[in-house]
């Protein structure tokens, strides 16, 4: 608990710390947020990646988000993410089997932009948005494995949403003028979830994030 308070206090200094943030190009000086000189608005496409722990287990999700950019600084867009690797639950049913979390997620996430100039700078994310996880006798990475003959409908046991909040701390690299790489950690709070075998609170963690940028910034 201590190091979850240590992260979010961290996390607003740094968007405090924003606002008074002036950049070393002349022609470029914003006073807030929105309130730039160059008041034009971009936008970019990402392909992310991101981990999440689950039953003690790493569970990848892929996805991808589109974007907004206002005046360099501030970025607004909508994403959405499917996991695509095996997790396994402690659930297990008569017949013996044991079974598989399946889970996909999507949202808005507001992103704020640091020395967005400099070859190397951070940004602040804040994501939020719902979700849906299942419980299934069979993971979805089997399809092939199992012939293409999986009774999918037979396949799933139990289903739940959730509502998600995720702020974060990425550290952003200008590869090329339209082509940015960033990574960082964050920290996933939801509400309940309540699905066999599972506790309340099955992604309450820390998380990893890498995307690649494609687009104007």
Same mark, same amino acid.
Do not use: C
């Given at each position: 608990?201590?190091?979850?308070?240590?992260?979010?206090?961290?996390?607003?200094?740094?968007?405090?710390?924003?606002?008074?943030?002036?950049?070393?190009?002349?022609?470029?000086?914003?006073?807030?947020?929105?309130?730039?000189?160059?008041?034009s608005?971009?936008?970019?496409? !990402?392909?992310?990646?991101?981990? +999440?722990i &689950?039953?003690?287990? *790493? #569970?990848?999700? $892929?996805?991808?988000?589109?974007? /907004?950019?206002?005046?360099?600084?501030?970025?607004?867009?909508?994403?959405?993410?499917g996991?695509?690797?095996?997790?396994?639950s402690?659930?297990?049913?008569?017949?013996?089997?044991?079974?598989?979390?399946?889970?996909?997620?999507?949202?808005?996430?507001?992103?704020?932009v640091?020395?967005?100039? !400099?070859?190397?700078?951070?940004? +602040?994310? &804040?994501?939020?948005? *719902? #979700?849906?996880? $299942?419980?299934?006798?069979?993971? /979805?990475?089997?399809?092939?494995?199992?012939?293409?003959?999986?009774?999918?409908?037979?396949?799933?046991?139990?289903?739940?949403?959730?509502?998600?909040?995720?702020?974060?701390?990425?550290?952003?690299?200008?590869?090329?003028?339209?082509?940015?790489?960033?990574?960082?950690?964050?920290?996933?709070f939801?509400?309940?979830?309540?699905?066999?075998?599972?506790?309340?609170?099955?992604?309450?963690?820390?998380?990893?994030?890498?995307? /690649?940028?494609?687009?104007?910034?």
């Amino acid at each position: 608990m201590k190091t979850l308070s240590t992260f979010i206090l961290l996390t607003l200094a740094l968007v405090a710390f924003g606002q008074e943030e002036k950049e070393q190009q002349s022609d470029y000086n914003p006073q807030t947020i929105l309130g730039t000189k160059d008041k034009s608005v971009r936008g970019y496409l !990402s392909f992310n990646e991101k981990g +999440v722990i &689950l039953n003690d287990q *790493v #569970g990848l999700l $892929t996805g991808g988000e589109i974007s /907004l950019v206002f005046g360099h600084r501030l970025n607004i867009g909508f994403f959405g993410y499917g996991k695509t690797n095996r997790v396994q639950s402690d659930y297990i049913d008569t017949d013996g089997f044991r079974h598989f979390y399946e889970m996909g997620m999507g949202g808005m996430k507001l992103e704020r932009v640091f020395f967005t100039n !400099s070859a190397v700078h951070f940004t +602040v994310p &804040l994501s939020f948005g *719902v #979700g849906a996880m $299942t419980l299934n006798r069979y993971a /979805l990475t089997d399809y092939e494995f199992y012939n293409n003959h999986i009774n999918w409908e037979n396949s799933l046991y139990d289903f739940d949403t959730f509502v998600f909040i995720e702020p974060g701390l990425n550290v952003e690299l200008n590869l090329l003028k339209h082509l940015r790489l960033d990574a960082g950690v964050g920290y996933m709070f939801t509400d309940e979830v309540h699905l066999a075998g599972t506790n309340n609170w099955p992604l309450n963690n820390f998380t990893g994030n890498i995307s /690649l940028k494609l687009g104007w910034f």
